[in-house]
Nanobody, 116 residues
Framework: QVQLVESGGGLVQAGGSLRLACAASGFSFSAYAMGWVRQAPGKEREFVAAIGWRPGVTYYADSVKGRFTISRDNRKNTVYLQMNSLKPEDTAVYYC?????????WGQGTQVTVSS
């Protein structure tokens, strides 16, 4: 059974940092592209960042480029999202995703709230 369990969300002041983690199980983690998607209240889900199965292949939304860093540890089956210089507009539920050959899995989400 595929499981993606996010952690690390919380309340932080603007300018602060958080690191999200997503622990994966039930599939061949190293073969999957992993990512983060967020959804703010009343808004559509928005792509944040992704990392391919190949080392060093990463993608970012323009809104987070230079502030967020995605990484993965295939030994721990975990993907991370380091978020620096957080802004109130980063407030959202952050979801971990796993994708491989047409299959897409989602975690349950973790809340990130940035106060001004």
């Amino acid at each position: 059974q595929v499981q993606l369990v996010e952690s690390g969300g919380g309340l932080v002041q603007a300018g602060g940092s958080l690191r999200l983690a997503c622990a994966a199980s039930g599939f061949s983690f190293s073969a999957y592209a992993m990512g983060w998607v967020r959804q703010a209240p009343g808004k559509e889900r928005e792509f944040v960042a992704a990392i391919g199965w190949r080392p060093g292949v990463t993608y970012y939304a323009d809104s987070v480029k230079g502030r967020f860093t995605i990484s993965r540890d295939n030994r721990k089956n975990t993907v991370y999202l380091q978020m620096n210089s957080l802004k109130p507009e980063d407030t959202a539920v952050y979801y971990c995703t796993a994708a491989y050959r047409g299959s897409l899995y989602w975690g349950q989400g973790t809340q990130v709230t940035v106060s001004s």
